[in-house]
């Protein structure tokens, strides 16, 4: 594998640590800001809505660019928006470089696939793209439980410093290594995506992606209030918990990439959902054990990203029949989707938190993923009755 495609690994992991990093931070900065959880949790929110945003519509909005140019400017903007963070003075500060650094990960997200494959054989695609995106699952196992140990340790301003240094290092090897003819896809309009928004069966599933994610995020947003107010866990702790996580996580994915090339995606995600509902459902009375909360942690990360490639295989499946001349746009709104979810799902969880409490949050979020499970089921029944079997690789990596 080249070394630019290792520039784009490294991107992917800074721009995966700032994305989830935040959640291990929640009550350092509800406390050092002075906001509450619910509002600490809106930045969460606030970064997924951007890439929701930044995926489609910056994408087709600078389709024209070259790509290295692009790449480039991608990383400069995102070092930005850290950098901003960690000079923000205030909560709407803060917010707006979230938001900032939120359209940056959008697009970057969106071109890199294309990146990633025009950097090697056409043999080698696929371990490219994966290569590229392990960075996303890399972040998970490490720059996040990091991240959260450096924030409590010095303040939440050096993790956002830590991960500008990161932006930093990505724009020197994107710039330096990455071929300044590197080819692009056909642009695609944003008359394009909307075509394909006009699918009802690639709407179902986006809303599954939405509400298997929403439901995750509902609870996960908070979980370091919970370790630390119900389970009685030191802030210190809570990066230990998150490495746990992460761990698991990284595992659970691949596991979820195996099911459904043995189930086919429809039934994996049935599986999945299924199970990540009666895990968000155990921790609502597991979090005041330490030891019972632990293996509960452990459980949900290898379930709640084990969804991801059975969602992308089978957007891609029905893109194939509905959309076929817009497959690419298809699988990137379900890039959009997943952070819709996530968006809505911290919200949701702010709410919750503010008016029922901490402990409300994994018994909703569990009803939420049941009402994936009944969409996923759903879908399930219109193959059948359609006459179409949903079997199929599912190679694809962690991209949300």
Same mark, same amino acid.
């Given at each position: 594998?080249?070394?630019?495609?290792?520039?784009?690994?490294?991107?992917?992991?800074?721009?995966?640590?700032?994305?989830?990093?935040?959640?291990? $931070? +929640?009550?350092?900065?509800?406390?050092?800001?002075?906001?509450?959880?619910?509002?600490?949790?809106?930045?969460?929110?606030?970064? @997924?809505?951007?890439?929701?945003?930044?995926?489609?519509?910056?994408?087709?909005?600078?389709?024209? +660019?070259? %790509?290295?140019?692009?790449?480039?400017? $991608?990383?400069?903007?995102?070092?930005?928006?850290?950098?901003?963070?960690?000079?923000?003075?205030?909560?709407?500060?803060?917010?707006?470089? /979230?938001?900032?650094?939120?359209?940056?990960?959008?697009?970057?997200?969106?071109? *890199?696939?294309?990146?990633?494959?025009?950097?090697?054989?056409?043999?080698?695609?696929?371990?490219?793209? @994966?290569?590229?995106?392990?960075?996303?699952?890399?972040?998970? &196992?490490?720059?996040?439980? $990091?991240?959260?140990? +450096?924030?409590? !340790?010095?303040?939440?301003?050096?993790?956002?410093?830590?991960?500008?240094?990161?932006? &930093?290092? @990505?724009?020197?090897?994107?710039?330096?290594?990455?071929?300044?003819?590197?080819?692009?896809?056909?642009?695609?309009?944003?008359?394009?995506?909307?075509? &394909?928004? /006009?699918?009802? %069966?690639?709407?179902?599933?986006?809303?599954?992606?939405?509400? *298997?994610?929403?439901?995750?995020?509902?609870?996960?947003?908070?979980?370091?209030?919970?370790?630390?107010?119900? !389970?009685?866990?030191?802030?210190?702790?809570?990066?230990?918990?998150?490495?746990?996580?992460?761990?698991?996580?990284?595992?659970?994915?691949?596991?979820?990439?195996? $099911?459904?090339?043995?189930?086919?995606?429809?039934?994996?995600?049935?599986?999945?959902?299924?199970?990540?509902?009666?895990?968000?459902?155990?921790?609502?009375?597991?979090?005041?054990?330490?030891?019972?909360?632990?293996?509960?942690?452990?459980?949900?990360?290898?379930?709640?990203?084990?969804?991801?490639?059975?969602?992308?295989?089978?957007?891609?499946?029905?893109?194939?029949?509905?959309?076929?001349?817009?497959?690419?746009?298809?699988?990137?709104?379900?890039?959009?989707?997943?952070?819709?979810?996530?968006?809505?799902?911290?919200?949701?969880?702010?709410?919750?938190?503010?008016?029922?409490?901490?402990?409300?949050?994994?018994?909703?979020?569990?009803?939420?993923?049941?009402?994936?499970?009944?969409?996923?089921?759903?879908?399930?029944?219109?193959? %059948?009755?359609?006459?179409?079997?949903?079997?199929?690789?599912?190679?694809?990596?962690?991209?949300?």
């Amino acid at each position: 594998m080249p070394l630019a495609l290792w520039a784009l690994t490294l991107a992917a992991f800074a721009i995966g640590t700032t994305e989830f990093v935040i959640v291990g $931070l +929640i009550p350092t900065i509800a406390a050092s800001l002075g906001v509450s959880v619910p509002s600490a949790g809106l930045l969460v929110s606030l970064y @997924a809505l951007g890439v929701a945003i930044g995926a489609p519509v910056l994408t087709a909005l600078t389709g024209r +660019i070259p %790509r290295k140019q692009l790449l480039v400017g $991608l990383m400069v903007l995102f070092t930005i928006g850290n950098l901003l963070a960690w000079m923000a003075p205030g909560y709407g500060t803060l917010m707006g470089a /979230r938001v900032l650094t939120g359209l940056a990960h959008g697009v970057f997200f969106s071109i *890199g696939s294309t990146i990633a494959t025009g950097l090697v054989a056409k043999d080698k695609a696929a371990s490219a793209i @994966a290569l590229m995106f392990s960075g996303l699952t890399v972040a998970l &196992v490490t720059g996040v439980p $990091l991240g959260t140990f +450096i924030g409590q !340790s010095f303040g939440w301003q050096a993790t956002f410093l830590a991960v500008s240094l990161l932006g &930093v290092v @990505a724009i020197v090897g994107c710039a330096v290594l990455v071929p300044a003819n590197i080819a692009g896809s056909k642009p695609s309009s944003l008359l394009t995506q909307l075509a &394909v928004l /006009r699918k009802p %069966r690639l709407l179902l599933v986006y809303a599954m992606t939405a509400l *298997g994610y929403g439901g995750t995020f509902i609870a996960f947003t908070y979980l370091a209030p919970i370790l630390q107010q119900v !389970s009685g866990f030191a802030a210190s702790t809570v990066s230990l918990v998150m490495l746990v996580y992460g761990v698991s996580v990284a595992a659970g994915n691949i596991w979820g990439g195996k $099911l459904a090339d043995r189930k086919g995606p429809v039934r994996a995600l049935q599986i999945v959902f299924a199970l990540l509902a009666v895990v968000l459902l155990v921790l609502t009375f597991t979090a005041a054990s330490k030891v019972l909360v632990l293996i509960t942690v452990l459980a949900w990360g290898a379930v709640a990203f084990g969804n991801v490639p059975g969602l992308q295989v089978y957007v891609v499946q029905r893109a194939e029949r509905d959309a076929p001349q817009a497959v690419d746009v298809a699988s990137g709104l379900n890039i959009a989707a997943f952070n819709v979810g996530i968006a809505l799902g911290a919200w949701g969880g702010g709410l919750i938190v503010a008016h029922l409490g901490l402990m409300a949050t994994p018994w909703i979020g569990a009803l939420v993923v049941l009402g994936a499970l009944a969409l996923t089921t759903l879908a399930g029944w219109l193959d %059948r009755r359609d006459g179409i079997a949903s079997g199929a690789r599912a190679d694809l990596p962690l991209a949300a």
